[in-house]
């Protein structure tokens, strides 16, 4: 009789895979190539989101990380989908034809007017999660990566995103790549913290990647 599979394991302890960068994508890249992980095995009803924490210190180490793990996978036909936030925002933003004038006005207008202005024309509901989830519907992958949250902060905070995906996408596995730590308290709560310094306070369906075990 073949071998029964086991549902992954899951370590609720800092795991050691966090403590470098060379560490953490040795990790990653054995979790994506995992059929449990990309079957989304084991998840118990819940939402195949899962939160990847790093060193705010990594963050372009990480960034060509993710284009390393995307090119390996595809030599392995595993696709993924690799949207960065900051650089989708850009976009929407130079398309509507605002870009280039926000940048003139950014040096006029005082900080809080000038984030007012730009978290109005990117609205999480109205404006980013459409946009991804267009991109998601025409582009076929195994996986959907998500990157360029600490670029977008002030202006979009990680949980108004996660929690208009949550409710929309994950099809397939996601992962939300997060300069910061993703900690979870003894009642269950949830805390993502950006750069290990904004504590946040929210409550979050999502998997920490790295208790994720092969």
């Given at each position: 009789?073949?071998?029964?599979?086991?549902?992954p394991?899951?370590?609720?302890t800092?795991?050691?895979?966090?403590?470098?960068?060379?560490?953490a994508?040795?990790?990653?890249?054995?979790v994506?190539q995992s059929?449990?992980f990309r079957?989304?095995?084991?998840?118990g009803?819940?939402?195949?989101?899962?939160?990847?924490?790093y060193n705010?210190?990594?963050?372009?180490?990480?960034?060509?990380?993710i284009?390393?793990?995307m090119?390996?996978l595809h030599?392995?036909?595993?696709?993924?989908?690799?949207?960065?936030i900051y650089?989708?925002?850009?976009?929407?933003?130079?398309k509507?034809?605002?870009w280039?004038?926000?940048?003139?006005?950014?040096?006029?207008?005082?900080?809080?007017?000038f984030?007012?202005?730009?978290?109005?024309?990117?609205?999480?509901?109205?404006?980013i999660?459409p946009a991804?989830?267009?991109?998601?519907?025409t582009n076929?992958?195994?996986?959907?990566?998500l990157?360029?949250i600490?670029?977008?902060?002030?202006?979009?905070?990680?949980?108004?995103?996660i929690?208009n995906?949550?409710?929309?996408?994950?099809?397939?596995?996601t992962?939300?790549f997060f300069?910061?730590?993703?900690?979870t308290?003894?009642?269950?709560?949830a805390?993502?913290?950006?750069f290990?310094?904004?504590?946040?306070?929210n409550y979050?369906?999502?998997?920490n990647?790295?208790?994720?075990e092969?």
């Amino acid at each position: 009789m073949p071998k029964k599979q086991q549902k992954p394991r899951y370590n609720n302890t800092k795991h050691p895979h966090q403590s470098s960068l060379n560490e953490a994508h040795k990790h990653l890249e054995n979790v994506f190539q995992s059929t449990r992980f990309r079957s989304m095995e084991g998840l118990g009803n819940e939402l195949p989101f899962f939160i990847c924490p790093y060193n705010p210190s990594w963050e372009w180490g990480v960034q060509k990380s993710i284009k390393m793990l995307m090119q390996t996978l595809h030599k392995k036909n595993i696709e993924t989908l690799n949207i960065n936030i900051y650089e989708l925002c850009v976009e929407l933003l130079k398309k509507r034809g605002v870009w280039e004038k926000l940048l003139t006005r950014e040096v006029k207008e005082n900080k809080e007017d000038f984030l007012e202005i730009v978290q109005s024309l990117l609205n999480p509901e109205r404006h980013i999660t459409p946009a991804i989830q267009e991109l998601i519907d025409t582009n076929p992958h195994d996986i959907l990566l998500l990157s360029g949250i600490g670029q977008v902060y002030p202006y979009l905070r990680s949980h108004s995103i996660i929690s208009n995906l949550q409710s929309k996408a994950c099809k397939k596995p996601t992962v939300l790549f997060f300069p910061g730590s993703y900690t979870t308290g003894a009642s269950g709560n949830a805390s993502l913290d950006l750069f290990n310094i904004h504590q946040g306070d929210n409550y979050y369906r999502a998997f920490n990647i790295f208790h994720f075990e092969v």
